[in-house]
């Protein structure tokens, strides 16, 4: 047993890092979720670390649970996003003491995982879409795409008119009928709505359709699903255990999708992993920027039984992660990313990156 001594953290306000220190003088590096990291940070320091310091550092998955039944009063997002900045940190600083990758600890073994390219955005035009995602095709080897139909939860709007009856036939032309072709309406409809698009989805063999109804509404989702041949995903949202129970027991999505950051780091996440095994669902977590959250996803797919046969990878630019790393995780062969070797997560991030974020510590 190694107890906790100090948790610092480097936060931007898009994104925070964890590193956690231990008696025996070893450190690991994680991080809390993207978007108002730095308010994360504030969480983290307040509301988490007086449960972690001192500490097991290698009892990760209970410090999880303790943190969030100790904040009930407190559900939801940000205690969770917070969660996940230690939980990830630990299992880093677990890696590094056993001299293994995290992929390993959880029983996988660091190989080539398949991805397929993420679109973020709504703005652009079909048949400009259609001609980055050939590209992409052309140079890169992706042999699967995902692309945002509708607009924002639950109002039954495209961001422009005729947009998705215009987008999901100009992309399937543009990358072929070899080429696998999601989509992402990110909550953007009402049942009748969404199960009127699936179908026309369906004519375009879309291989799922992600988030169709807004998220909080399982029984608007199950009747999606339930209408529809095509798999119906979601998840990415919810941090809540007892939601993702419901959303399995009740059938409402047939691929299961978690965010890493989102639900408080690997141990809540392998939680949700087994739950969809257990109930014969893929498990295919959401990965949309390159921070952190997508090397964590790599390693977590990497030993999984039921993860689904491509990963998310965003294809679009982050400026805000300029800097950040010394080595790049994220090279896509052949359609491919290869899940570091080395001990913990495999990555530096750099120190002049971290010299230049807002710091904090909390400390025995």
């Known amino acids: 047993m190694a107890k906790i001594t100090s948790i610092e953290t480097f936060a931007t306000p898009s994104v925070g890092i964890v590193r956690v220190r231990t008696e025996d003088g070893l450190e690991g590096y994680g991080q809390v979720a993207s978007y108002h990291s730095d308010l994360s940070a504030q969480v983290l320091h307040r509301q988490i670390a007086p449960y972690a310091l001192g500490a097991d550092s290698d009892d990760i998955a209970g410090l999880a649970e303790r943190i969030v039944t100790g904040e009930h009063k407190f559900p939801g997002s940000y205690i969770c996003r917070a969660v996940g900045g230690i939980d990830t940190a630990l299992w880093d600083l677990r890696g590094k003491r056993e001299g293994k990758s995290v992929c390993e600890l959880l029983g996988g073994k660091p190989r080539k995982l398949a991805v397929y390219g993420s679109s973020m955005s709504r703005n652009i035009k079909p048949e400009e879409e259609g001609e980055r995602l050939k590209?992409?095709?052309?140079?890169?080897?992706?042999?699967?795409?995902?692309?945002?139909?509708?607009?924002?939860?639950?109002?039954?709007?495209?961001r422009w008119p005729g947009r998705t009856e215009a987008i999901v036939p100009a992309v399937r032309r543009a990358i072929g009928d070899d080429a696998v072709l999601l989509v992402d309406a990110n909550s953007g409809y009402t049942p009748k709505r969404a199960i009127e698009v699936g179908r026309m989805l369906e004519q375009y063999h879309v291989g799922h359709f992600e988030e169709p109804c807004p998220y909080p509404e399982l029984e608007w989702t199950a009747e999606v699903a339930a209408a529809l041949t095509m798999p119906v995903s979601g998840g990415e949202q919810d941090c809540d255990l007892a939601q993702f129970r419901r959303m399995i027991r009740m059938q409402a999505v047939d691929i299961v999708q978690p965010d890493i950051c989102y639900i408080g780091g690997i141990s809540r996440a392998l939680a949700v992993a087994k739950m969809a095994e257990e109930a014969g669902l893929p498990c295919t977590p959401h990965a949309a920027n390159h921070s952190l959250v997508t090397l964590f996803t790599m390693h977590l797919l990497g030993a999984i039984p039921n993860g689904g046969p491509f990963m998310e990878y965003s294809i679009e630019e982050t400026k805000w992660l300029d800097g950040l790393y010394m080595n790049n995780p994220f090279q896509v062969t052949d359609g491919h990313v290869t899940i570091?070797?080395?001990?913990?997560?495999?990555?530096?991030?750099?120190?002049?990156?971290?010299?230049?974020?807002?710091?904090?510590?909390?400390?025995?």
């Open 135 to 158: 590209r992409l095709q052309d140079t890169q080897g992706f042999g699967a795409f995902k692309i945002r139909i509708a607009d924002n939860f639950g109002n039954d709007v495209d």
């Open 340 to 364: 570091p070797e080395e001990p913990g997560w495999g990555v530096t991030i750099r120190p002049e990156w971290l010299e230049k974020a807002e710091y904090r510590i909390s400390s025995l």
